[in-house]
């Protein structure tokens, strides 16, 4: 059995416990989402991991995700690219990326924003997952068919780029935190839409540190509301 068979077949196998629903739903998720994204919590199989080079670093049965909350990263048709995991009580994040990654867009909220970005919608690019739940709040509560995307790390990957280059249509917004690395990957982002000619709008809001996750914690809707009145 092969590593993305393998890890499917866990998750599958694996329970969404009650503590993970409160957590989830308190950081902005819905029952859609939680649903659409396949979130679990890792129960390590019965079985071994088949690739045995994986064992030192993660355990033979995944060991160092037990317990975690396991949000998978689909590609943009829909293909298992591997996932991100923390604990719903700290954080303590950790990716893990199957090797299709290297020829595929990474993207949280994949696929279900590929069918707005067919039709033509604006695109919101966002950092993390709980950026791109709050913003998902905020569209829904508009009425909005912008597609919100997040690119994990506080820049566009090469494989983004091109995805961005071959798909946008509409206006891209931008919204990485409020940090020296949101503000980097912004700055990159905004000469990468120069030179592809992409009409990339980066969008000034809060306070320095905030990001859109962080406003929802702290005010929800109606702070996003008052932070994003862009789109």
């Known amino acids: 059995m092969e590593v993305s ?28 989402i939680i649903e659409e994204w396949g979130i679990k919590v890792w129960d390590p199989p019965l ?14 049965h995944f060991d160092r995700f037990e317990g975690k909350a396991i949000y998978p990263l689909l590609s943009p048709k829909g293909r298992f690219l591997g996932f991100d995991s923390r604990h719903i009580d700290r954080k303590d994040d950790v990716r893990y990326l199957l090797p ?3 020829w595929n867009p990474v993207w949280v909220n994949m696929p279900g924003a590929m069918d707005r970005i067919w039709s033509g919608s604006d695109i919101m690019v966002v950092e993390g997952r709980y950026d791109v739940l ?7 509560a508009r009425g909005s068919k912008i597609a919100i995307l997040g690119s994990g790390p506080a820049h566009l990957s ?17 919204a990485y935190d409020n940090d020296p690395a949101g503000k980097k990957g912004t700055a990159d982002a905004v000469e990468f839409a120069k030179k592809a000619r992409l009409n990339l709008q980066p969008i000034r809001y809060g306070k320095l540190s905030d990001d859109p996750g962080a406003l929802w914690d702290r005010g929800g809707v109606e702070l996003l509301d008052q932070e994003f009145p862009h789109f």
Not at 17 to 23: H, K, M, P, W
Not at 134 to 140: D, G
């Open 47 to 60: 079985t071994p991991c088949p690739d045995e080079r994986l064992h030192r670093h993660y355990g033979t």
């Open 158 to 174: 090469y494989k983004q780029m091109g995805f961005l280059k071959r798909w946008a249509l509409g206006k891209i917004w931008m």
């Open 134 to 140: 709050a913003m998902i709040q905020l569209a829904e």
């Open 100 to 102: 299709e990654s290297r």
């Open 5 to 32: 068979a393998w890890l499917t077949k866990g998750l599958e196998d694996s329970p969404l416990t009650e503590d993970a629903v409160d957590y989830l739903k308190g950081r902005g998720a819905t029952d859609r």
